[in-house]
């Protein structure tokens, strides 16, 4: 840190560095990449992710030359890195298809409720049209949510306050409370329910965010990004999902930055060994540069591979396995075996945001088809877990800071934040500095909860993971079972006569009851740190 504040005092003026600003140093994003990571030491434990070649970036200078000494400082982008630096227009959040839901997690018999950029919304499956609609989560009648509602024998959207019922373009089919013979106002244009132009594009729901009638036929004219090897049959890998209590803003960050992962995933991940290892979780310098800047994202390079942030919702990356030498590759480059790490982040409203994920790849395959996805889940959400309190209440702060952007709250002097700092780049000269909430709401941040209910995982991601919830009910019967069969033990040996047993019999079934009650206690234990809450200390790793 000394070194820090001597070489900092060198630092240029420019609009990324504020040197006025001291209040807090500490680094903001981290991303989940930590999947990725986990994954590829099962399959292969001599995989160097992290090779360095210290290849320079245009995004940064050197300070010193001194190697004890030796800062490296984020200048404004240059000039040829914006592809479009000249163009004024905003960025229109509510022009652009948006991730709900992957449909492996949607259950085809009842509508689901959804949020995204501040709209509340209702997934539900129309069996007449064979089709995911999405509507206003609004009945027109007396607002009452239609996502609470049912799917009638007709296949119909009902809403289940007054019996209300719509069909797939959201017209109005019954009033049950209007007279047969009396005027149809069912058919009144106040009686339907707003649509929203949605598809289904590498088997998840996405939603057109603008219900004007102009964008009825957007997917004749603009699909969703379409990412290749998701569809790719060579490639494998499960999907997830997970809601999170922090906005949309630091979990992209998050998902950008590799340099948190040795030290608030310690424990969780393993990491290369550097060179030279300053500390004991083993951090080092990385190369990472943007190549472009544009109203549609960037894309990047570092050490292992490509990047890319497709604006506003796609961060992914591709990664050659095979590849030792630390020098970048391109999408398009032939590999033997390749890992993408896709991302999709959705804003769902301020300090909150939903996460899918997919991690896809060309070896291994055989896994994904013998390990139950829900198990993936497990080690996946115990990742997440032990950096999400951190992101929460660093939300917070920065807000609580009152500056005027952020790089007036962060220091970001090093290589490693390029693409944070290229995503704050892009958010401040494109997106209007946060996103557009349409005035629904006042900025200020929802109020922290206690940390239990803050990373809990049941409501964040079980009840809307069809595996885990099902594996959830799957062992918590097991856990009544076992029970049941240690109290029917007890039961037996307390009520038989001394003579009508033999004391081999007896010690057996008292036993058989001790196992079984043990075994429903190590399963709740169990149930409750995967499946609800599992608090992760760093002072202790």
């Not at 106040?190 to 964008?215: F, G, K, L, M, R």
Request: hydrophobic fraction near 35%; include cysteine.
């Amino acid at each position: 840190m000394d070194v820090l504040r001597a070489s900092s005092s060198t630092l240029v003026h420019s609009p990324y560095i504020s040197t006025t600003r001291r209040r807090n140093k500490t680094q903001f994003p981290k991303p989940i990449f930590h999947h990725l990571r986990l994954k590829l030491i099962v399959f292969d434990s001599s995989f160097t992710l992290f090779e360095r070649n210290g290849s320079k970036s245009r995004l940064f200078m050197t300070l010193s030359s001194s190697p004890a000494s030796t800062t490296e400082s984020i200048e404004p982008p240059m000039p040829e890195l914006e592809a479009d630096g000249r163009e004024k227009k905003r960025f229109d959040w509510y022009s652009h298809w948006y991730p709900l839901m992957p449909i492996c997690d949607l259950d085809k018999r009842v509508p689901h409720a959804k949020k995204v950029l501040g709209l509340d919304l209702v997934v539900w499956w129309d069996r007449n049209e064979n089709e995911w609609k999405v509507f206003d989560d609004t009945c027109p009648h007396r607002l009452a949510p239609l996502s609470d509602g049912r799917i009638d024998q007709w296949g119909r959207l009902q809403c289940v306050y007054h019996g209300w019922c719509f069909n797939g373009n959201g017209d109005c089919k019954l009033i049950p409370q209007a007279p047969l013979d009396g005027p149809p106002v069912h058919t009144f244009k106040e009686a339907c329910v707003t649509v929203y132009p949605s598809t289904v594009q590498h088997d998840i729901v996405w939603v057109w965010p603008n219900a004007d009638p102009q964008y009825k036929d957007i997917i004749m004219k603009k699909k969703p990004p379409y990412i290749p090897v998701l569809d790719d049959p060579s490639f494998s890998g499960p999907t997830g999902n997970r809601e999170f209590p922090f906005g949309y803003e630091v979990l992209i960050e998050n998902l950008m930055d590799p340099a948190h992962l040795p030290y608030a995933h310690y424990g969780l991940i393993s990491n290369p060994t550097p060179k030279v290892k300053v500390d004991r979780e083993g951090g080092s310098p990385l190369g990472m540069e943007v190549e472009k800047l544009d109203k549609n994202g960037f894309n990047g390079k570092q050490d292992w591979g490509c990047s890319y942030f497709i604006a506003p919702c796609i961060y992914h990356a591709f990664i050659d396995v095979d590849q030792q030498n630390g020098s970048a590759i391109c999408e398009t480059e032939k590999s033997n075996r390749r890992l993408c790490l896709v991302f999709m982040c959705i804003p769902v409203s301020p300090g909150k945001s939903r996460l899918i994920w997919s991690f896809p790849k060309n070896f291994g395959v055989w896994i994904d088809k013998i390990v139950p996805r829900w198990m993936f889940h497990i080690g996946q959400n115990l990742i997440l877990d032990s950096d999400l309190y951190l992101l929460h209440v660093q939300e917070h702060k920065v807000m609580e800071l009152e500056a005027t952007n952020w790089q007036e709250a962060c220091f970001v002097p090093t290589k490693s934040d390029a693409f944070v700092v290229g995503f704050r780049r892009w958010l401040n000269k494109y997106g209007g500095g946060t996103v557009d909430w349409k005035g629904k709401f006042s900025g200020a941040l929802p109020p922290s909860p206690p940390r239990e209910q803050l990373m809990d995982r049941y409501w964040t991601h079980v009840v809307s993971c069809k595996s885990c919830s099902a594996a959830h009910k799957g062992l918590k019967t097991l856990e009544v079972m076992l029970q049941t069969m240690s109290v029917i033990s007890i039961g037996i040996v307390a009520v038989t006569k001394q003579n009508m047993i033999s004391m081999v019999a007896k010690s057996t079934m008292v036993s058989m009851a001790i196992i079984c009650f043990a075994a429903s206690k190590w399963l709740a234990q169990f149930i409750y740190k995967n499946f609800h809450y599992h608090d992760y200390n760093h002072a202790f790793v």
